[in-house]
Every structure is written in structure tokens, then in C-alpha cells.
């Protein structure tokens, strides 16, 4: 069975600077990787996904992510964050057109 | 993607009793999953809402505690039974299509449970 573990549970960081979220999977399979954003008492928003192709996946919000399968990971990256970025950030595996299977989220807190 | 209509946002119950949640899809979607958040925590699989059968239960779930109903393929209720304190969470209904490996699986905006 596939799961997800993302590594850190809170990352602060100073508006402007670069972050980095990550995200390592285990599976005997191929799997199709997601990360998800959550805003203070709000639902969940899909930030970027990586399918196949391009290991360098571009998402909403100047997000981006890395797939590396020889590292099994799945890392996302922003170069310069903004207080709005502060949220709670999931990471997802799932087989193909099967259930997604979350990590345990990584807060993200932007001080100015 | 699909839009999702999910119904009650929030709700306070009293222990003992029950809750039903619905969640209406703009179009059909042939997969429908239910989700448990408690606070502070990740996302939680409960089961998955399969139309014209029984739904498929994650393990620590049960259908006594959890009953599921997909009579179609844009409607499904999560009914919480005998509520206790410890089941007060965000619950989230969340679809998938065919193309959903394209537009990402879509959720419900939640609804919020408080027991007492």
C-alpha cells in the first residue's frame, strides 16, 4: 500500500524567503502525487499535480514541485512567500483513479 | 472540475444522537469519497461511496457508525451515528471522475462538527 509522510509539521519562515515543504511516498507502484492547500476554516484547494512527463510541475500561486522517483519524493517549493501563504499544506498520493491517501500536513507560518 | 454542494457547513449536536451530511455534485462523478478531519489533523479516508452498492469502509470504520447512501451518481449522505465528543471534526465529501487524474479530486468546502 502507498502512503505519505511529510517530514516537517511546522515551517516558519520571514515573508520574502524561499520555503521548501517536504514530501516523501512509499509505494511498489507508479503513483500520481498532489499537493493540497487549506486556509483557516476553509476547504481544500489543489495547489499542483504530478501525473506524468516533466519531473518540474508548476502550480497555482507561484507554487512548485519536484518529482524525483529515485528519492521517492515529492517536494514543493516557492521562491519568495507571502503572508498570505500562511496555511496548511497537504501532501496526496493515489493509484490510478483509486482513493488519495494524505500525508499528515505541514504548517506554514509567514512572519512578516 | 466539479463543483460540490456540501450540506450542513457546521452543526452542534448533542451526544447520542445523529447526523446526516449530504453532498450534491454538478455532474456525475463516478467516484465519491468520505474524509474525517479532527482538529489539528490530516485528512482521514472513511470510506468510499460506491453508486448502486454498498460503500467501502477504511479500516477503524465501520457502516454501523458511518452509514453511506449513493443513490446516483451526484448524491451522497454520510450519516454520523450515536455521536460522542470524540467524533466532532470536519467531515469532507471529495469526488473523482474519470478525468480526475486531470483536474485533481475535487472537495467539499466541509462541514464542521461539534459534539457536546
Known amino acids: 500500500a502507498q502512503s505519505v509522510t511529510q517530514l516537517d509539521s511546522q515551517v516558519p519562515v520571514f515573508e520574502e524567503a524561499p520555503v521548501e515543504l517536504r514530501c516523501n511516498y512509499s509505494?511498489?507502484?507508479?503513483?500520481?502525487l498532489f499537493w493540497y492547500v487549506q486556509y483557516p476554516n476553509q476547504g481544500l484547494q489543489l495547489l499542483l499535480k504530478y501525473l506524468s512527463g516533466s519531473t518540474l510541475v508548476k502550480g497555482i500561486n507561484g507554487f512548485e514541485a519536484e518529482f524525483n522517483k529515485s528519492q521517492t519524493s515529492f517536494h514543493l517549493r516557492k521562491p519568495s512567500v507571502h503572508i498570505s501563504d500562511t496555511a496548511e499544506y497537504f501532501c496526496?498520493?493515489?493509484?490510478?483513479?483509486?482513493?488519495?491517501?494524505f500525508g499528515t500536513g505541514t504548517r506554514l507560518q509567514v512572519f512578516p | 472540475s466539479a463543483v460540490i454542494s456540501q450540506k450542513p457547513s457546521r452543526d452542534i449536536c448533542q451526544r447520542g444522537t445523529s447526523l446526516t451530511i449530504q453532498c450534491q455534485v454538478d455532474?456525475?462523478?463516478?467516484?465519491m469519497f468520505w474524509y474525517r478531519q479532527q482538529p489539528g489533523q490530516s485528512l482521514t479516508l472513511i470510506a468510499t461511496?460506491?453508486?448502486?452498492?454498498?460503500?467501502?469502509?477504511e479500516s477503524g470504520f465501520v457502516i454501523d457508525k458511518f452509514p453511506i447512501s449513493r443513490p446516483n451518481l451526484t448524491f451522497s449522505t454520510l450519516t454520523v451515528s450515536n455521536m460522542s465528543p470524540e467524533d466532532s471534526s470536519i467531515y469532507l465529501c471529495?469526488?473523482?471522475?474519470?478525468?480526475?487524474?486531470?483536474?485533481?479530486?475535487?472537495f467539499g468546502s466541509g462541514t464542521r462538527l461539534t459534539v457536546v
Open positions: 471529495s469526488v473523482g471522475r474519470g478525468g480526475a487524474l486531470n483536474y485533481g479530486y475535487t
Open positions: 509505494s511498489s507502484v507508479s503513483v500520481y
Open positions: 496526496a498520493v493515489t493509484l490510478f483513479t483509486d482513493k488519495l491517501i
Open positions: 461511496a460506491n453508486q448502486g452498492s454498498e460503500a467501502t469502509y
Open positions: 455532474s456525475q462523478v463516478t467516484m
